[in-house]
């Protein structure tokens, strides 16, 4: 039986008009999310502008928003991409990642970028995710 894809929309958060991107799309277990920043559901104001933690929190919800409307939640993701325009930035995202995730961490990539859609924007994340990989989890640690 062939998988097929499925798209996955909540009115947590905004979906761009037909034509631009799907915010997620779910194949089998599989899910993944596009890159979201802290742009507003008008899709025109930044939340929290300037400011890295603020905006890393209102992402992650929007992560988790767009996971539990696929069926999936926070710690079935297994690998993020994090891009910021200021490296400076990252123990504030860091701390905005220990308010969503526990135990350990998904695999994940930070990397410094020239900018973004607009200047006020630090950060944009992007995320894949298996719904219901963190069932019965456990880590292995060889030195243990």
């Keep these: 039986m062939a998988l097929q894809q499925q798209r996955f929309i909540t009115p947590k958060v905004a979906e ?11 194949v089998g277990d599989h ?3 596009s890159g979201f920043t802290a742009r507003a559901n008008d899709l025109k104001s930044i939340q929290h502008p300037n400011d890295a933690y603020g ?20 710690g079935d993701v ?10 400076a930035d990252n123990k504030g995202i860091w ?3 220990q308010e969503f995730f526990k ?8 990397i410094e970028i020239k900018g973004l859609a607009n ?6 994340i992007q ?18």
């Design 16 to 26: 761009y008009p037909p034509g631009h991107w799907s915010n997620c799309i779910r």
């Design 31 to 33: 899910v993944w999310l």
């Design 55 to 74: 905006q890393a929190k209102v992402i992650f919800q929007k992560i988790k928003d767009c996971l539990e409307g696929a069926g999936a939640e926070m």
């Design 78 to 87: 297994v690998n993020m991409t994090i891009f910021v325009v200021d490296m």
């Design 95 to 97: 701390r905005a990642r």
């Design 103 to 110: 135990g350990d961490f998904p695999c994940s990539t930070l």
């Design 119 to 124: 200047p006020e924007i630090k950060l944009e």
């Design 127 to 144: 995320c894949q995710a298996v719904a219901g990989s963190r069932k019965g989890y456990k880590s292995i640690d060889p030195e243990a």
